[in-house]
């Protein structure tokens, strides 16, 4: 399990990829997210600090923080070449071993986007 700290970077970055924060939008302080998730505000300011130590959000003296012009683009970019990569690689390997075709796996992908189930 991810620490609390990551759940709550991972969470924002959500509301910011689903166009819930937009790019210059003030973020939640960390007293904000302690009481919405019931943790310990140094545990929400670690969260925010991530998004900080990754450009996604920038502070203003004594306004508090907002959400930069490129976070979102930047959160699709570092997802796709972590997160996607990682569940890529993980299902090629699980195709190797269950011997499954290149074209079955590509059909299948093709199925489960459309929202429906393989039948082959």
């Not at 003030?26 to 997210?33: N, T």
């Not at 929400?44 to 976070?71: H, P």
Request: net charge negative.
């Amino acid at each position: 399990m991810k620490p609390i700290y990551v759940q709550i970077a991972e969470w924002l970055e959500n509301e910011i990829l689903n166009h819930r924060i937009q790019a210059h939008d003030k973020m939640y302080s960390q007293y904000q997210l302690a009481e919405l998730f019931n943790i310990n505000p140094a545990t929400a300011g670690k969260g925010i600090t991530k998004l900080l130590d990754d450009d996604l959000i920038y502070k203003k003296r004594g306004l508090g923080t907002f959400v930069s012009d490129e976070a979102r683009l930047r959160i699709i970019q570092k997802r796709k070449e972590e997160t996607l990569q990682t569940l890529i690689d993980e299902l090629v390997l699980e195709a190797d071993y269950l011997n499954v075709s290149d074209d079955e796996l590509i059909e299948r992908i093709n199925q489960a986007r459309k929202g429906g189930s393989y039948d082959g």
